[in-house]
């Protein structure tokens, strides 16, 4: 059974060691964060430092979504999209590595420490029993704060969180 994390979509093309790890990985993606891989292509702000990586990142984010626009996957995509936390089929990004699309919905309900794109992403790990894979430091934080009962893991820790002895059973 593959290891399952919640996260964005654009963590999957900055982060490129995310596609080729060590085990069989499945990434669950809240649907409102595929949407802001549009925003994040054609945005004028640079989303990383460097000139060169920025052009990197955004190309791949580019890659990201023309694949997600294959007729195959966005049939798939948009099943998801019919009810509320409604799930995709998977999608294959890779040998050991799948990727779902869930319809989040955000209720609020961590308003107060949360915007609704990380509402979304820790509604979806509690209702997956999945945790969460960011690079957000502060997110992560603001989820310790709000003491919100799911796993979260900065992406620098990756390969310690894919071990099997680190999960809740």
């Known amino acids: 059974m593959p290891r399952q994390f919640v996260i964005e979509a654009v963590m999957l093309a900055i982060y490129g060691e995310l596609l080729v790890p060590n085990g069989t990985v499945e990434y669950i993606v809240p649907y409102n964060t595929i949407m802001e891989l549009y925003e994040f292509r054609n945005s004028p702000e640079p989303l990383m430092h460097d000139p060169s990586d920025d052009e990197h990142v955004k190309n791949k984010i580019n890659e990201l979504i023309l694949y997600l626009e294959e007729p195959l996957n966005r049939k798939r995509l ?89 999960f809740r059973t």
Do not use: C, H
């Open 78 to 166: 948009e099943k998801s999209l019919v009810v509320p936390w409604g799930r995709s089929t998977s999608v294959l990004l890779g040998e050991k590595v799948k990727l779902t699309i869930v319809n989040a919905v955000d209720n609020e309900l961590y308003g107060e420490y949360l915007d609704p794109i990380e509402t979304e992403i820790v509604l979806t790990a509690q209702r997956e029993s999945a945790p969460v894979l960011t690079d957000q430091l502060e997110f992560i934080g603001r989820i310790i704060e709000a003491e919100v009962p799911v796993q979260v893991f900065d992406i620098q820790d990756f390969e310690f969180a894919m071990e099997d002895s680190i």
